[in-house]
């Protein structure tokens, strides 16, 4: 793997499924009394974060903690972020801290990337979400998901098929989830209204499609979309009732899927809109499922950007 993880774009197929494999032998730490390795011990791992976020934090935290990790929660609110320290300043802090590697969440798309390039830090970089742009280790728990359902937890993805609905246009996640599935030999089919995908989508490698009925008929996964309202600052649909009936995924919606398609959602949900409330706590559904899964597939990348290329032995595993 490359020092950092900014983009699903960092991994080709290889550098992807080192991941998913490693995450797949971690797991076994979370079955265990003692959910601990000492593969990070004496390392120092700082979330920072500029936006609130729960699931994806305490996952990282979570995850730098089996590891024997120490972590360092950074967030604007309390600190010297809220009183206009630069990026660049609270950077330099945290390399006097030694930190090993940033786990970043920003408001603004590809501040990630400065904080990797500038040279203000020479510890790895895990982008956890930039703006409307990436959010590789949500698609990466995504394809572990969907391998563990629909590839008995082996190989790549190869001629399954991704249906991705909603707003795509304000989802880091959408984008980082069309790329990693086509890298995994997945096909894509993204469904929503013209007015919720961006600029550029056709130069996507996925299919595009306006219409969600047809799309379910083939999915081998259906992945809802939370509609961000917080970001829009216009009226992009009629209303909430019209862009459910279009794109709400209900309980006869969910009858159209074949019979071993899985139903996702990245969080948080917005129940009764995007997706149906019998629904999100159907046995289709996998949601709860991928929450665990984050911790592994996160486990996975910080022990292969600071602890190395290999996966552990089975003597690691089972200290």
Known sequence: ???????????????????????????????????????????TVVNLFFEDSTRTRISFEAA????????????????SLSKGESLKDTALTLEAMGADAVVVRHGASGAPYRLANAGWISGSVVNAGDGTHEHPTQAL???????????????????????????????????????????????????????LLPVGVEDWPCEISYELDPALAKAD???????????????????AREYSRRYGLDA????LLPDHAIVMHPGP????????????????????????????????????????????????VAA
């Open 141 to 195: 728990l995504d394809a572990y998901t969907m391998r563990r359902h629909l590839s008995e937890g082996r190989g790549d993805l190869a001629d399954r098929r991704v249906t991705i609905v909603g707003d795509v246009l304000h989802s880091r996640v959408a984008r980082s989830n069309v790329l990693l599935l086509a890298t995994l030999g997945a096909e894509v089919t993204l469904v929503a209204p013209p007015t």
């Open 252 to 255: 006869h919606r969910m009858a």
């Open 1 to 43: 793997m490359k020092r950092h993880l900014l983009s699903a774009a960092d991994l080709d197929r290889d550098d992807a499924l080192l991941v998913l494999d490693t995450a797949t032998e971690l797991a076994t730490v979370s079955s265990r009394a003692v959910r601990k390795l000492p593969t990070l011990r004496g390392r």
């Open 269 to 316: 949900m917005n129940r009764g809109m995007e997706i149906a409330a019998d629904v999100a706590d159907s046995v289709r559904s996998v949601i709860v499922e991928q929450v665990s899964n984050g911790v592994n597939v996160r486990m996975a990348v910080l022990y292969l950007l600071l602890g190395g290329a290999q996966l552990p032995t089975g003597e690691e």
């Open 221 to 239: 996964a259906v992945m809802m979309l939370r509609v961000q309202a917080e970001r829009m600052n216009a009226a992009f649909f009629p209303s």
């Open 64 to 79: 730098a903690k089996r590891l024997s990790a120490d972590v360092i929660n950074f967030t604007a609110k309390g600190s």
